[in-house]
């Protein structure tokens, strides 16, 4: 099964990204901007910091309870993964190139990739 790769999804799958292949990285003094040697593809670091999530008055049955969630430092792609970064990856691994519907490929941003194909991207 197939699925188009929305804005979040894509923000979960540069977290991914920079979480896997950028690892060695985070563990020194973070640098502002990060480019992974291998892809090409450009990272910016994000500060960890604590926000509360949730709804703390209490009014939305599906916000509570409201409680503080720590985030890590982490980096965070760039840019969205495009056809062309993605398709490097698919051919290298013998995998099937997804349909870009006839929108084209090369710089746009990569659609129709599988749940399990888009984890093993960021790995």
Same mark, same amino acid.
């Given at each position: ?6 804005? @979040? ?16 990285? /985070?563990? /020194?003094?973070?640098?502002e901007t990060y480019t992974d040697p291998t892809t090409?593809m450009q990272f910016i670091s994000i500060p960890g910091? @604590?926000?509360?999530?949730? $709804? ?13 969630v720590t985030v890590k430092p982490f980096y965070l ?9 993605? $398709?490097?990856? /698919? ?8 349909? $870009? ?23």
């Amino acid at each position: 099964m197939f699925w188009t790769i929305h804005r @979040s999804t894509l923000i979960f799958l540069f977290v991914c990204i920079c979480l896997t292949s950028t690892a060695s990285a /985070a563990k /020194a003094q973070p640098l502002e901007t990060y480019t992974d040697p291998t892809t090409g593809m450009q990272f910016i670091s994000i500060p960890g910091g @604590s926000f509360i999530m949730g $709804d703390p008055t209490g009014k939305d049955p599906f916000a509570v309870p409201a409680h503080e969630v720590t985030v890590k430092p982490f980096y965070l792609g760039k840019y969205e993964v495009t056809f062309a970064e993605y $398709d490097q990856f /698919a051919r290298e691994t013998k995998r099937e190139l997804p349909n $870009d519907m006839g929108w084209g490929r090369g710089i746009r941003p990569v659609i129709n990739v599988t749940w399990h194909d888009t984890v093993a991207f960021t790995k």
